[in-house]
């Protein structure tokens, strides 16, 4: 099917990621990833700014009254009006970024579907592998437990290991279902 699902025999299985099997949801986390790196980004020089406003007190002329006056804006208009586009811009990235949250989660389960595709054949061996040791194990396990109870009934039982009385019933009910889904 896809290259990710291509290996040599000596390379393990991996399930690959969402993004890897649908293209949207690769698109929506490339875009997740990019919002979230511009706002930690402006929230950083954001706060920068903050820090060296905060020392600085008074009234200062807009830039265009202070054009309007011939006079030269100062560097705390200017890191005032930044530091609004800043708190701004920072806002307009949180919607955005709750946006595209939402398409990804809303996206997941249409990419599920290509994803339980591509991972379906390995899953079917595995479960055939463990139905054929369940299989082999389960005529052991059923004699073993006959052994058992001949063992309590003699009130010689607690001098030896058993396995989980519940190995044989799990057995059976994996295998069964295993084989229902197969």
Do not use: C
């Not at 896809?2 to 293209?23: C, I, N, Q, T």
């Not at 402006?42 to 006056?69: F, H, I, K, M």
């Not at 437990?145 to 058993?162: P, T, V």
Request: aromatic fraction near 4%; hydrophobic fraction near 40%; charged fraction near 35%.
């Amino acid at each position: 099917m896809a290259s990710f699902l291509k290996k040599s025999a000596a390379e393990p299985f991996r399930v690959p990621d969402l993004g890897e099997v649908d293209a949207e949801f690769a698109k929506l986390e490339d875009q997740n990833r990019d919002l979230n790196s511009k706002k930690s980004a402006t929230d950083r020089e954001l706060a920068a700014l903050r820090e060296d406003l905060a020392d600085v007190r008074g009234p200062t002329l807009p830039a265009g009254v202070a054009a309007l006056l011939g006079e030269e804006t100062d560097s705390v208009t200017g890191k005032r009006q930044r530091a609004a586009e800043l708190s701004k811009l920072s806002s307009d990235l949180g919607t955005a970024i709750d946006i595209v949250g939402r398409r990804l989660r809303e996206r997941r389960d249409i990419a599920k579907r290509p994803l339980i595709s591509a991972v379906r054949g390995e899953y079917d061996r595995r479960t055939a592998a463990v139905v054929d040791a369940l299989d082999a194990a389960r005529e052991p396990l059923r004699a073993i437990e006959e052994l058992r109870l001949d063992f309590e009934a003699h009130d010689i039982a607690g001098h030896f290991e058993w396995p989980n009385s519940n190995l044989s019933h799990f057995a059976s009910v994996f295998a069964g279902s295993a084989r229902k889904g197969a």
